[in-house]
């Protein structure tokens, strides 16, 4: 069983840039989900996706979006790169059916804006 | 909107030792609550859930939490500390958003430091 993977684990940008950010879900997991996290705080939700779907939404500026694909797997896109945007991005994804199964971490994307 | 407060920054143990990370919840509902692992530079691992099922839950790695209702909290014990604890740990609800089904609102963590 293959689990969440995440690319680029490290990526280096200037302010004011763009970023894509990707994630293939664990096998069998419909939904997808990212946080944020800040150094020294914990995860926050920035948005989910749910059947190619935004599925609910945290409390993020648009220049965050995604995408899902008919694979279940996504995208993170953020625009105008901001200083406070340097942070660890966390996919996650769940199964179809439990509203509360726990959620499948990937290792992050480290962004570091410059 | 719910809330988690995790008491403790940093906690330091010796080996050997009971580990206890506290966290408390706020909210208005049945709360689903989780426990996750963080080792340097890696995602997060679930340690152990709470679904109303048990007030005592097991986890993996030797770990178990309580729910006290009456306390609003969920801590996260261990009776005897492995330097291989050593990592952040995360305490999570999980709140109804609308459209969004498991969306998570984590604690700040703690630190655990195992001393040999």
């Known amino acids: 069983e293959t689990g969440v993977t995440q690319s680029p684990t490290h990526l280096i940008k200037t302010r004011g840039q763009q970023v894509t950010l990707r994630c293939s879900s664990q096998?069998?997991?419909?939904?997808v989900s990212w946080y944020q996290q800040a150094l020294g705080q914990g995860p926050q939700f920035i948005f989910q996706?749910?059947?190619?779907?935004?599925?609910g939404r945290g409390n993020f500026p648009p220049r965050f979006s995604g995408l899902q694909f008919p694979n279940y797997s996504s995208e993170l896109n953020v625009n105008a790169l901001e200083l406070d945007d340097s942070a660890l991005y966390l996919c996650?994804?769940?199964?179809?059916?439990?509203?509360?199964?726990?959620?499948?971490f990937g290792n992050g994307t480290r962004l570091t804006v410059t | 909107a719910q809330s988690v407060t995790q008491l403790g920054s940093h906690v330091s143990v010796s080996e050997g030792a009971l580990v206890l990370l506290r966290c408390n919840y706020s909210?208005?509902?049945?709360?689903?609550l989780f426990w996750y692992v963080q080792y340097p530079n890696q995602g997060l691992q679930l340690l152990l859930k709470?679904?109303?099922?048990?007030?005592l839950v097991k986890g993996i790695n030797g770990f178990e939490a309580e729910f006290k209702k009456s306390e609003t909290s969920f801590h996260l014990t261990k009776p005897s500390a492995h330097m291989s604890d050593a990592a952040e740990y995360f305490c999570?609800?999980?709140?109804?958003?609308?459209?969004?089904?498991?969306?998570?609102?984590f604690g700040t963590g703690t630190l655990l430091a195992v001393q040999p």
């Open positions: 996706y749910y059947r190619e779907e935004e599925n």
């Open positions: 999570a609800v999980s709140e109804l958003d609308g459209g969004a089904t498991n969306k998570l609102i």
């Open positions: 096998s069998g997991h419909n939904t």
């Open positions: 996650a994804s769940s199964p179809p059916g439990d509203y509360n199964s726990p959620l499948h």
């Open positions: 709470y679904t109303s099922a048990a007030t």
């Open positions: 909210s208005s509902v049945p709360p689903y």
